[in-house]
């Protein structure tokens, strides 16, 4: 039996939401299922494919919804998780009892553990180091901005892996890990350290080049790094430089080559002082994500660029 995982891309918590999945799927539905992680990355449009679904089963996770027939299971906690004409009465059709959508839910691998134990039984304490950390990295709860920069923690190590891992062959193997292996010890797992050693390295020049890029004006941050190489970014280093900005909009290209649009509200302040649903303004321009944090994907500059000012203008209060 075959089943495809769909989930966030280079990010942690869908790594972790299938790692908890995996598990549960095979103690309760088919113990000798060959699961295949596939990564799904938010573009404008339907970001899925024919193949996504061709499989005996499928779940999709930290994701957009589908409203492909052949979508088995579904759980979500974004706020955009429905953008195209009818997925919204689709989800709320549906009659398997699979399909699951919470935006306060903290963490997605939180929520697909408390609904699968719900519904199923499934025991996730074996769990819960990794469900610890992803609502600690997804909910950016760290004492100071400077955690999750320095990236000193196992956990960090791995959230850092999530996200920059570029492998394919390396994306199943981690989130099998997460279900099986502690922290400490895949923290340093000889894969890790191949990917994460010129990425830490690289990481100390970023930091440098947001201190140059940074350009802070009125509560609202942006950034451009549209000449630097297709790379991820760390998403902290802004708050890290500018501790107490509110809101944080920036341009870079991101490893696929589009152009990346990054939108978040400091989650070291208040989050009752939060006046924008940044899901919100990334919808208008084809992207999502949280009312805290979002982003959208871009294949032309002049849009991309003309989608900063918009966001920018509109959490500084003003009109675009």
Same mark, same amino acid.
């Given at each position: 039996?075959?089943?495809?995982?769909?989930?966030?891309?280079?990010?942690?918590?869908?790594?972790?939401?299938?790692?908890?999945?995996?598990?549960?799927?095979?103690?309760?539905?088919?113990?000798?299922?060959?699961?295949?992680?596939?990564?799904?990355?938010?573009?404008? *449009?339907?970001?899925?494919?024919?193949?996504? =679904?061709?499989?005996?089963?499928?779940?999709?996770?930290?994701?957009?919804?589908?409203?492909?027939?052949?979508?088995?299971?579904? =759980?979500?906690?974004?706020?955009?998780?429905?953008?195209?004409?009818?997925?919204?009465?689709?989800?709320?059709?549906?009659?398997?009892?699979?399909?699951?959508?919470?935006?306060? @839910?903290?963490?997605?691998?939180? =929520?697909?553990?408390?609904?699968?134990?719900?519904?199923?039984?499934?025991? @996730?304490?074996?769990?819960?180091?990794?469900?610890?950390?992803?609502?600690?990295?997804? /909910?950016?709860?760290?004492?100071? +901005?400077?955690?999750?920069?320095?990236?000193?923690?196992?956990?960090?190590?791995?959230?850092?892996?999530?996200?920059?891992?570029?492998?394919? @062959?390396?994306?199943?193997?981690?989130?099998?890990?997460?279900?099986?292996?502690?922290?400490?010890?895949?923290?340093?797992?000889? !894969?890790?350290?191949?990917?994460?050693?010129?990425?830490?390295?690289?990481?100390?020049?970023?930091?440098?080049?947001?201190?140059?890029?940074?350009?802070?004006?009125?509560?609202?941050?942006?950034?451009?790094?549209?000449?630097?190489? +297709?790379?991820?970014?760390?998403?902290?280093?802004? !708050? =890290?430089?500018?501790?107490?900005?509110?809101?944080?909009?920036?341009?870079?290209?991101?490893?696929?080559?589009?152009?990346?649009?990054?939108?978040?509200?400091?989650?070291?302040? +208040?989050?009752?002082?939060?006046?924008?649903?940044?899901?919100?303004?990334?919808?208008?321009? *084809?992207?999502?994500?949280?009312?805290?944090?979002?982003?959208?994907?871009?294949?032309?500059?002049?849009?991309?660029?003309?989608?900063?000012?918009?966001?920018?203008?509109?959490?500084? *209060?003003? /009109?675009?």
């Amino acid at each position: 039996m075959r089943v495809h995982v769909l989930h966030h891309a280079a990010c942690f918590d869908g790594a972790a939401s299938s790692a908890v999945f995996a598990a549960f799927y095979r103690e309760h539905v088919a113990a000798d299922a060959t699961l295949v992680f596939l990564p799904k990355q938010h573009r404008q *449009g339907d970001p899925f494919a024919t193949p996504d =679904f061709d499989a005996d089963d499928s779940a999709v996770l930290d994701f957009r919804y589908s409203a492909n027939a052949r979508l088995g299971w579904f =759980f979500d906690h974004h706020a955009s998780a429905f953008q195209l004409p009818g997925e919204r009465a689709h989800f709320d059709a549906d009659q398997t009892r699979r399909k699951f959508h919470d935006p306060a @839910a903290p963490s997605c691998a939180g =929520f697909v553990a408390k609904v699968l134990g719900e519904r199923w039984g499934f025991d @996730a304490g074996v769990h819960a180091e990794l469900l610890r950390f992803a609502e600690l990295v997804d /909910t950016a709860a760290f004492s100071d +901005p400077s955690v999750p920069v320095a990236l000193e923690q196992p956990a960090l190590r791995l959230m850092t892996f999530a996200e920059q891992n570029r492998e394919p @062959a390396l994306v199943g193997r981690f989130i099998e890990d997460l279900a099986t292996v502690p922290f400490v010890r895949l923290a340093n797992a000889a !894969y890790i350290n191949a990917v994460l050693d010129p990425v830490l390295a690289r990481h100390q020049r970023d930091i440098a080049l947001f201190a140059k890029r940074c350009r802070p004006h009125d509560d609202v941050l942006e950034y451009e790094l549209l000449d630097q190489p +297709p790379r991820a970014y760390n998403k902290f280093i802004p !708050y =890290f430089h500018h501790p107490t900005i509110r809101y944080v909009v920036g341009l870079s290209v991101g490893p696929d080559g589009l152009i990346r649009l990054t939108v978040g509200y400091n989650p070291w302040l +208040p989050r009752e002082d939060r006046e924008h649903d940044i899901s919100r303004l990334c919808e208008h321009w *084809g992207g999502g994500g949280h009312p805290y944090v979002g982003g959208a994907a871009f294949t032309r500059e002049a849009e991309a660029r003309a989608a900063q000012r918009w966001i920018a203008t509109v959490l500084r *209060g003003g /009109t675009p």
